[in-house]
């Protein structure tokens, strides 16, 4: 069960959420310095005190501060999680820009005014407060220090993210990119930023980083070992949904209809990555498959038949996971294609079969695997151009794709209250 206090009669242009367990000391200062620099602000403003849980006096003090000030509400949850708290305010808010802040205001409130107005103007689609950015001023331990930048950059190297901070409590979203990217968000403890950041960059949105001044908070109770563990798990898993396409980023660029460049670029090297790995896999398993054959039939047969299984295996991994085409449409046209381009490229690899059986009358067969696995690399990058160029190119293939996720995207999710499989 929860409860809410009403929103004001007008909707505001800005709502901030402070998300609270156990903080009835912090809470007052925290209300009363939040809505006196919100008085210093241009723009009509609501502030709501979402509860997770509290079991000490955080209610009943959060109930009468809203008493007290006006344009502050309560919204009480019965579990646990900043995520969870954030999804159910923000999913219910009219407010133009959502934004939230943490508790203990370790961000200053300073920062506030250039975090949102690239929202309000249209300019940016998401904002978030950055310690690891040029400008940032920054106090806290080196434990802290190391483990922040730790998860940063290996969020870089796994999910190929480009903004800098993920975990700084201090960030603002559009009212409707937060209504098309939360039904994709599984995520209902920390780990629910940086989720949020990665489905919207890989959405094509655009994140504007602000540098702040940033103290660290010496009571602060977050239990940073299971925080680190919980995070490799949503790394884990929320990489996954990105490899096999499960998510309806299309969709979600399609709703929004955003110029979609840096998308675009994103795509691209998300598609290269997977490709190469793929790559690696079907050349591997053709080295396996050739040397089987080449007990039982001679060279040329063997190579034939290795390099015809993996290119069919191979069309289907790319077509699934590297350009995000499922169904069954033109899946045959597809092959076909693919068999057009396995054609080109056993003629490069019997080429150079041909040609090493011309310098050598016996070669080994390590010698020739060597030889076929550096041909078939070359074929590999000429498959790679063509997929992207030729077969998987054009308006019907991207149309499919878009119509196939729009008609399971983020809000057809929501009303079935689950997830894709």
Request: aromatic share 6%; with cysteine; glycine share 8%.
């Amino acid at each position: 069960m929860s409860a809410a206090e009403p929103l004001l009669e007008e909707s505001p242009l800005l709502e901030v959420v402070i998300p609270v367990h156990n903080e009835e000391v912090a809470l007052a200062d925290t209300v009363r310095r939040v809505t006196r620099h919100l008085d210093t602000l241009p723009w009509t403003w609501q502030v709501t005190i979402a509860d997770n849980a509290s079991t000490d006096g955080t209610p009943l003090e959060a109930h009468r501060l809203a008493k007290e000030y006006p344009g502050v509400r309560v919204v009480t949850l019965a579990e646990k999680g900043r995520g969870r708290a954030l999804k159910r305010v923000w999913s219910e808010s009219d407010a133009e820009v959502l934004a939230y802040m943490d508790v203990d205001l370790s961000t200053d409130l300073n920062a506030l005014m250039p975090l949102v107005a690239p929202l309000l103007s249209g300019h940016s689609d998401l904002a978030i407060g950055s310690r690891l950015t040029r400008g940032s001023n920054v106090v806290r331990g080196p434990r802290r220090e190391l483990v922040s930048r730790s998860y940063n950059v290996l969020l870089r190297s796994t999910l190929r993210t480009r903004f800098s901070d993920a975990q700084c409590g201090f960030k603002a979203i559009r009212r409707p990119v937060a209504q098309a990217l939360l039904p994709l968000v599984e995520d209902d403890t920390w780990f629910f930023d940086t989720e949020l950041l990665v489905l919207a960059e890989r959405s094509g949105m655009r994140i504007h980083e602000v540098p702040v001044d940033w103290v660290d908070d010496p009571d602060s109770r977050v239990d940073v070992l299971r925080t680190a563990l919980d995070d490799l798990r949503g790394i884990r898993r929320l990489g996954w949904s990105l490899l096999t396409g499960r998510l309806p980023l299309a969709a979600v660029s399609a709703e929004l209809g955003r110029a979609r460049a840096s998308a675009a670029a994103g795509r691209a090297g998300s598609q290269i990555a997977i490709f190469v790995l793929i790559g690696i896999a079907s050349t591997a398993a053709y080295a396996v498959l050739f040397l089987l054959l080449r007990t039982v039939m001679g060279g040329q047969p063997a190579n034939l038949l290795a390099l015809l299984l993996t290119a069919i295996g191979n069309t289907a991994a790319n077509r699934r996971l590297t350009f995000g085409v499922r169904g069954p449409r033109h899946r045959l046209r597809h092959q076909l294609q693919g068999l057009a381009v396995f054609g080109a490229g056993l003629a490069m690899t019997s080429g150079s079969l041909y040609l090493l059986h011309g310098l050598a009358s016996a070669p080994h067969p390590a010698v020739e695997v060597l030889v076929l696995t550096a041909a078939n690399l070359v074929v590999t990058l000429m498959r790679f151009v063509a997929m992207r160029v030729w077969i998987f190119r054009g308006p019907r293939v991207a149309a499919a794709s878009v119509d196939e996720s729009t008609s399971r995207g983020p809000r057809a999710w929501a009303r079935n209250g689950r997830m894709p499989t």
